[in-house]
Nanobody, 116 residues
Framework: VQLVESGGGLVQAGGSLRLSCAASGIMFSAYNAGWYHQGPGKQRELVAGISYIGSTNYAEFVKGRFTISRDYAKNTVYLQMNSLKPEDTGVYYC???????????WGQGTPVTVSS
């Protein structure tokens, strides 16, 4: 099983990035998925989640700026990040949680740096 994130990088404040999380080795459509942010020296926190049927939820600090989506045919979950702020800097991780038994997997993370 692999979750491979991509799309991170360096961007100026106010800019945009789109992160991707591609899953292999699992039936991704049976999993809820989420993106987590870990800032420097901080704990990992949930940014956005998407259920196996596509319903979404967001942390208050990203509402209106970030959008999570998934492409079932590509086994991929995306995070569109707009109006980025320096405090969005950190590593973004993808997590997949199987909806029936809670088995979960993490990706390796993709770094995002937002300069002021």
């Amino acid at each position: 099983v692999q979750l491979v994130e991509s799309g991170g990088g360096l961007v100026q404040a106010g800019g945009s990035l789109r992160l991707s999380c591609a899953a292999s080795g699992i039936m991704f459509s049976a999993y809820n998925a989420g993106w987590y942010h870990q800032g420097p020296g901080k704990q990992r926190e949930l940014v956005a989640g998407i259920s196996y049927i596509g319903s979404t939820n967001y942390a208050e600090f990203v509402k209106g700026r970030f959008t999570i989506s998934r492409d079932y045919a590509k086994n991929t979950v995306y995070l569109q990040m707009n109006s980025l702020k320096p405090e969005d800097t950190g590593v973004y991780y993808c997590k997949a949680v199987r909806r029936d038994n809670g088995q979960y997997y993490w990706g390796q993370g993709t770094p995002v740096t937002v300069s002021s």
